[in-house]
């Protein structure tokens, strides 16, 4: 850290502009961040201002916190799809936050189906292993919680449509639909593999498959299970720097 520049961003802190306090605190951040060989984003990226997804954020229960860039990416890939036809669902749904924003972004009364068994994870496989012991390992049932309360908080989602029940036991209630948007975040290889089996083949053209876990140390499975089955469709998976991963229709 450059001990002159420290001190004429910290002194313009206490006595300049509002922004050159905000300056500071990322100049300081980021420094921080790169002795630890991380990276944070960039502070004037516009999509932390936008007013219309923080205000989609603002009306979800604060006590779900997810990653900001993660449900913007998603937010905005929905908004991209609502001239298609077809409707949207979520497996692994947890409180509800992404659902909550695919159906603000659509802004419409589609269905929207969720899947989730609202006990938590299933059972990993040898496929969901972290590649090293520095990587925790995520367990069966973590991440339960129970389904009235996800139901209360996308109370103002009337079409939101709830299947409770283990990935994919009940799947077969919608064989008949199609889809134009589906959020996949179960984190393990199984019921990645068998949510984007059965959801690809029912999406309408343009439409697109996402994964919450793609690229992440803690979800090998659930990027196996993504690669595997967009190879045997045809497709490939485009890894965005969220950690996000979509399959393009
Ligand atoms: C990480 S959370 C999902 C977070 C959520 N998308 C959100 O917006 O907050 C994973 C969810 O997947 C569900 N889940 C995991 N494996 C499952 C399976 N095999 N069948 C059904 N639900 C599953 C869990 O119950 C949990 O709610």
Same mark, same amino acid.
């Given at each position: 850290?450059?001990?002159?520049?420290?001190?004429?961003?910290?002194?313009?802190?206490?006595?300049?502009?509002?922004?050159?306090?905000?300056?500071?605190?990322?100049? #300081?951040?980021?420094?921080? !961040?790169?002795?630890?060989?991380?990276?944070?984003?960039?502070?004037?990226?516009?999509?932390?201002?936008?007013?219309?997804?923080?205000? #989609?954020?603002?009306?979800?229960?604060?006590?779900?916190?997810?990653?900001?860039?993660?449900?913007?990416?998603?937010?905005?890939?929905?908004?991209?799809?609502?001239?298609?036809?077809?409707?949207?669902?979520?497996?692994?749904?947890?409180?509800?936050?992404?659902?909550?924003?695919?159906?603000? !972004?659509?802004?419409?009364?589609?269905?929207?189906?969720?899947?989730?068994?609202?006990?938590?994870?299933?059972?990993?496989?040898?496929?969901?292993?972290?590649?090293?012991?520095? #990587?925790?390992?995520?367990?069966?049932?973590?991440?339960?919680?129970?389904?009235?309360?996800?139901?209360?908080?996308?109370?103002?989602?009337?079409? !939101?449509?709830?299947?409770?029940?283990?990935?994919?036991?009940?799947?077969?209630?919608?064989?008949?639909?199609?889809?134009?948007?589906?959020?996949?975040?179960?984190?393990?290889?199984?019921?990645?593999?068998?949510?984007?089996?059965?959801?690809?083949?029912?999406? #309408?053209?343009?439409? !697109?498959?996402?994964?919450?876990?793609?690229?992440?140390?803690?979800?090998?499975?659930?990027?196996?299970?993504?690669?595997?089955?967009?190879?045997?469709?045809?497709?490939?998976?485009?890894?965005?720097?969220?950690?996000?991963?979509?399959?393009?229709?």
């Amino acid at each position: 850290m450059q001990l002159r520049k420290l001190l004429r961003y910290g002194y313009r802190s206490l006595t300049g502009e509002p922004h050159e306090k905000r300056d500071f605190s990322f100049y #300081v951040m980021n420094q921080l !961040a790169k002795w630890l060989d991380m990276r944070i984003y960039n502070k004037h990226t516009n999509w932390q201002d936008d007013s219309d997804f923080l205000a #989609v954020m603002r009306r979800f229960d604060p006590r779900y916190p997810r990653a900001k860039e993660r449900q913007f990416f998603l937010y905005n890939l929905a908004r991209s799809l609502r001239h298609l036809p077809g409707e949207t669902a979520e497996c692994g749904a947890l409180g509800g936050a992404s659902s909550h924003v695919i159906m603000s !972004a659509f802004e419409d009364d589609r269905p929207h189906h969720i899947f989730d068994s609202f006990s938590g994870l299933s059972e990993p496989t040898e496929h969901d292993k972290p590649a090293t012991t520095a #990587v925790r390992a995520l367990q069966a049932g973590e991440f339960a919680s129970p389904l009235e309360a996800t139901r209360r908080n996308l109370a103002e989602h009337p079409h !939101a449509l709830f299947y409770q029940g283990w990935i994919p036991e009940r799947f077969d209630e919608v064989a008949d639909k199609q889809f134009c948007l589906v959020s996949v975040d179960v984190d393990f290889y199984e019921p990645t593999r068998d949510s984007v089996l059965f959801f690809f083949p029912r999406l #309408v053209a343009g439409g !697109a498959l996402v994964c919450d876990d793609y690229g992440f140390s803690t979800c090998p499975g659930a990027k196996k299970a993504m690669d595997e089955a967009a190879e045997s469709l045809g497709r490939r998976v485009i890894h965005v720097p969220t950690g996000q991963g979509l399959i393009l229709k």
